[in-house]
Nanobody, 123 residues
Framework: QVQLVESGGGLVQAGGSLRLSCAAS????????MGWFRQCPGKEREFVAY????????DYQDSVKGRLTISRDNAKKTGYLQMNSLKPEDTAVYYCAARVRGPVSLTGSYVYWGQGTQVTVPS
C-alpha cells in the first residue's frame, strides 16, 4: 500500500512557473512508475506526464511538451512536476499516481492516487 500526497499547487499568472511535489509513504516508491494527471470540473481526468521507475523513460501529453518536466528522487520517495510557461488552459486539479501495468496514459493503469492539488492560471 502506497500513500501519495501532492503539494505545490496555487495561483500563478500566465507565463509563470510552479513545481508540484508528490510525496510517497507506506510502500516501495521505487517499485512503481509514476504519472501525473489533471482534471477540470465536468471533464474527465486526463494524462499529463509519465516517468518510469528509474527515470529512464518519460512521456508527455502533446500540449505540455516543452513546458512541463516530470522527474523523481527515489531516495526521497518524491516525484515532481516542474511547470513552466503556464497557460490558463493548464488550470486544473493535478493528481499523481503510481502505475502497476498497462498503457501509461490510461487512469486504469494506476493503482494508487493522491488527493490532488489545485493549479489556477487566470486568463
Amino acid at each position: 500500500q502506497v500513500q501519495l500526497v501532492e503539494s505545490g499547487g496555487g495561483l500563478v499568472q500566465a507565463g509563470g512557473s510552479l513545481r508540484l511535489s508528490c510525496a510517497a509513504s507506506g510502500g516501495t516508491f521505487s517499485s512503481y512508475a509514476m504519472g501525473w494527471f489533471r482534471q477540470c470540473p465536468g471533464k474527465e481526468r486526463e494524462f499529463v506526464a509519465y516517468i518510469s521507475w528509474n527515470g529512464g523513460r518519460t512521456d508527455y501529453q502533446d500540449s505540455v511538451k516543452g513546458r512541463l518536466t516530470i522527474s523523481r528522487d527515489n531516495a526521497k520517495k518524491t516525484g515532481y512536476l516542474q511547470m513552466n510557461s503556464l497557460k490558463p488552459e493548464d488550470t486544473a486539479v493535478y493528481y499523481c499516481a503510481a502505475r502497476v501495468r498497462g498503457p501509461v496514459s490510461l487512469t486504469g493503469s494506476y493503482v494508487y492516487w493522491g488527493q490532488g492539488t489545485q493549479v489556477t492560471v487566470p486568463s
